[in-house]
């Protein structure tokens, strides 16, 4: 049974610091791994997808890697910025399709 | 991108009531679409998956009978909580996966949740 896990569950950084948030998940075999983000109350908006193939997404001052044989991934954010304070949520696609969740880490950027 | 709605946002129901919430693809067919259940500090957990005109599979703990799923059309699935007691309290959240051209794309969709409060 697929397990995702995320540490920390909680951070609290100074606005402007790189911040690497990261993700693991017991069974490799998987479609992709996606990095969401929430906010309180919110739905979901998805931030970067990850082929099983890829290594590797970037966009803007978010970069996603994913290690598959290991069953890693990070989310890195550089120069934080406040409003970059919401629930961030790494999820795997399995094989069967289905979406499996980490508990999320709750984000705090200190102005 | 492709849009998912769901409808209402928010509903306050008195215990033993039934409530419905609707999930609707804006552009695209959506075949197949997923319900979540997120309770407060926790992950999204996967209740069920609905296939348009075919019945939904749960997932194992999740009542079948009180949690209905109908997928009636490619752009619409409607989840109805039946009997609602205060521990259904959560905040639901659905998913529907795009298919362009008769191929599925990778990316799933989610909706903008709808927070259930059972008093």
């Known amino acids: 049974k697929q397990e995702v896990t995320q540490i920390p569950a909680a951070l609290s950084v100074p606005e402007g610091e790189n911040l690497v948030l990261n993700c693991s998940f017991t069974?490799?075999?998987?479609?992709?791994l996606q990095w969401f983000r929430q906010d309180p109350g919110k739905g979901l908006t998805s931030l970067l997808l990850?082929?099983?193939?890829?290594r590797e997404q970037t966009s803007g001052r978010l970069n996603a890697s994913l290690d598959k044989s290991s069953g890693r991934s990070t989310l890195y954010i550089a120069a934080s910025q406040p409003g970059d304070s919401a629930t961030y949520l790494c999820?795997?696609?399995?094989?069967?399709?289905?979406?499996?969740f980490g508990k999320g880490t709750r984000l705090h950027i200190l102005p | 991108g492709a849009v998912v709605s769901q409808h209402p946002s928010w509903v306050i129901c008195k215990s033993g009531t039934s409530v419905k919430i609707e999930c609707r693809s804006l552009?695209?067919?959506?075949?197949?679409m997923f319900w979540y259940r997120q309770f407060p500090k926790q992950s999204l957990m996967l209740m069920a998956t609905?296939?348009?005109?075919?019945?939904?599979?749960?997932e194992q703990g999740v009542e079948k009978d009180k949690f209905l799923i109908n997928h009636a059309s490619l752009t619409l699935s409607t989840l109805t909580v039946t009997s609602a007691h205060p521990e259904d309290s959560s905040f639901y959240i659905c998913?529907?996966?795009?298919?362009?051209?008769?191929?599925?794309?990778?990316?799933?969709?989610f909706g903008p949740g709808t927070r259930l409060l059972v008093l």
């Open positions: 998913s529907a996966r795009v298919r362009r051209g008769g191929a599925y794309e990778e990316t799933q969709y």
């Open positions: 069974d490799s075999a998987i479609y992709n």
């Open positions: 990850i082929q099983s193939s890829q």
């Open positions: 999820a795997v696609r399995n094989r069967d399709d289905k979406i499996i």
């Open positions: 552009d695209f067919q959506a075949t197949t």
């Open positions: 609905s296939n348009e005109g075919s019945k939904a599979t749960y």
